[in-house]
């Protein structure tokens, strides 16, 4: 929920090659981990994969909005 925009900010701006490449990155990464994760465990390695190459997805795009934009949804504040 965090990164949600990230994707939309990144896709609509000057810099929408790089959305463009972390999606095809994001195909082979899924593909990737799943090609290792099923047959080890299942069910629950697709669960993995998929959850692995997310997080990857969503930080790609989190740096990549923090250094052209200098937005992020996090603060220090409590």
Not at 56 to 66: G, K, P, Q, R, S
Request: aromatic share 16%.
């Amino acid at each position: 929920m965090a990164t949600g925009l990230n994707a939309p900010i990144l896709l609509n701006s000057e810099k929408f090659r790089f959305g463009a490449f972390y999606l095809i990155a994001l195909a082979i990464l899924l593909l990737g981990f799943q090609m290792i994760f099923i047959p080890m465990y299942g069910l629950t390695g697709a669960a993995l994969a998929t959850t692995a190459a997310s997080m990857i997805y969503n930080v790609m795009l989190f740096v990549t909005v923090y250094k052209f934009f200098d937005l992020q949804p996090f603060d220090r504040k409590i």
